[in-house]
């Protein structure tokens, strides 16, 4: 356990605060190796890391294998969902189904057997802690965050399906980290942009949004991820840094590691910085300050980028702590927490096996369970040529990823089109070139689609394909719509095994 010296010896050294400190953060990094600074902060008592897609290179096992020697007590997460978020299958595509996807088919088993198969993959690595499942009720059909990402919109199916996951996840050997606390399914705001407000009674998030977390806990989920919203009846501070909605955690009897979101999104980092929100984090009674992936910035991301988010968090709350602006208990309180997961997964690392038995687990035909089709095929294609309407992606899901095109259209034809922002006359020429690449072919037109049921420009586009050609589908990712047109076949999902086994369906023989 971190400590530093009592009230009553002398003051701690600065050394001492910045290794308690560190025993609190837990940063991405650039690179497929390890880098310098993050090898001397490791051996220094940095509490672990988070590794995102640019991370996954050759070998990430012998990266991960690294972090460890520096650290044996390292927590190593990965945000590995299936479906639509995918680290670890960042470049090929998810070949898990995703939450949406579970939730349709509604077979607690089968939900949980995916979390074993996430926790396998995960740990498979070298990694131990899944950041997952998502436990937010998709309440608001707007949300641009969530969506699939989330079971359903029913918090009854939500717990359900929450808590197998996180049983099947803690069954691997991997600790689970439900999301995001104390809800973000009802907000059209994305948070990796902008702070979104829940103007919800407390009375309805209690009812509706609490209880999957609640369900969590009783599972016996060993992480709890906050969500960067602000609940204007429980104050105007973040969730992340409020103390009065992390209080209400611990009272539902929660006595495992509260995990931030990440301190880099624009809500924390525009508001308060990331520094200002990792003292005010620790302060309103989080355990784990997540600072985030450092390629999120984009094309304005630094070479060093990873160090210098970590520095500003790091740096604030040594400050914070010899000032006292953060009482040392509270930081010490927070270390142990940590450092009793990192025992705890420290014990599973060395009694579970290391490759856990798959069984009969069979994720393609959960995926196959989980479509839906609206409308009639008629006879199987012979090959498909697609145009890709999604919209663009997010800093938090890849919904506009190549491979998902390139697993629907096979060989044949494709190309991406913006409906937002295309003309009238791009689209037309669009739809001209696809139905003459089908008819080449022999092929069918197929139209891919995430935001049919919200976005006017997809429906819109959808609605002039048809005209062009009654005979066309539509492939949709997202959330389930109203009826169009043309035959609809939801898949929930932007993902490689979900895009696959839609092209099946149309390739199929259906006699």
């Not at 008629?378 to 498909?384: C, E, F, T, V």
């Not at 976005?455 to 009654?470: I, S």
């Amino acid at each position: 356990m971190t400590s530093v010296p009592s009230s009553a010896a002398a003051a701690p050294t600065n050394a001492e605060l910045e290794h308690l400190a560190n025993s609190v953060l837990w940063p991405g990094f650039l690179g497929t190796e390890l880098p310098a600074w993050l090898d001397r902060e490791l051996r220094g008592g940095l509490a672990g890391v988070v590794c995102f897609a640019q991370n996954v290179g050759p070998d990430l096992a012998a990266l991960n294998a690294a972090i460890r020697s520096a650290n044996p007590h390292a927590l190593i997460g990965v945000d590995e969902e299936g479906g639509s978020v995918t680290r670890l299958e960042a470049a090929t595509g998810s070949t898990v189904p995703g939450a949406a996807q579970l939730g349709a088919v509604d077979d607690v088993d089968a939900t949980r057997a995916t979390g074993a198969e996430l926790a396998r993959r995960v740990r498979a690595v070298g990694a131990d802690v899944l950041l997952g499942p998502v436990a937010d009720v998709n309440t608001d059909p707007r949300n641009p965050v969530i969506g699939v990402r989330a079971f359903g919109a029913d918090a009854e199916l939500v717990a359900r399906h929450a808590a197998a996951e996180i049983e099947g996840i803690q069954s691997a050997g991997v600790a689970a980290c439900v999301k995001h606390f104390p809800g973000h399914g009802d907000t059209h705001v994305d948070s990796h942009h902008d702070l979104p407000r829940i103007a919800l009674d407390p009375a309805e998030i209690d009812r509706v949004h609490l209880a999957p977390f609640r369900a969590a806990i009783a599972a016996g989920v060993l992480a709890m991820m906050t969500a960067h919203i602000v609940v204007p009846a429980w104050g105007e501070e973040p969730a992340t840094l409020n103390p009065r909605v992390l209080g209400m955690l611990r009272a539902e009897g929660f006595d495992g590691v509260i995990v931030t979101d990440a301190l880099d999104m624009a809500a924390i980092r525009a508001s308060v910085g990331i520094g200002g929100g990792a003292v005010r984090a620790l302060a309103a009674g989080a355990d784990l300050l997540c600072i985030g992936n450092p390629t999120n910035p984009g094309a304005a991301a630094a070479d060093d980028q990873d160090e210098r988010d970590f520095r500003a968090a790091r740096d604030a709350v040594v400050r914070a702590l010899q000032d006292g602006t953060l009482p040392v208990e509270r930081v010490v309180q927070a270390a142990a927490r940590v450092s009793r997961l990192a025992g705890i997964l420290a014990a599973w690392r060395a009694e579970a096996p290391a490759d856990p038995d798959r069984g009969a687990y069979d994720a393609r035909a959960i995926v196959r369970r989980s479509l839906h089709v609206h409308g009639a095929l008629g006879a199987p294609a012979r090959g498909l040529v697609v145009l890709d309407a999604r919209r663009k992606a997010t800093l938090a899901v890849d919904s506009a990823a190549g491979y998902v095109v390139e697993a629907l259209a096979g060989e044949g034809w494709s190309r991406r089109i913006d409906t937002e922002r295309a003309s009238a006359e791009e689209a037309a020429t669009a739809i001209a070139d696809a139905r003459a690449a089908a008819h080449a072919a022999h092929a069918r037109l197929v139209v891919l689609v995430d935001r049919l049921d919200t976005d006017e420009t997809q429906r819109g586009f959808v609605a002039a394909v048809a005209v062009a050609d009654p005979t066309a589908v539509v492939v949709n990712a997202g959330l389930p719509a109203g009826s169009v047109t043309l035959p609809v076949i939801d898949v929930r999902a932007s993902s490689r095994i979900g895009a696959e086994v839609a092209r099946e369906v149309l390739l199929a023989d259906r006699g």
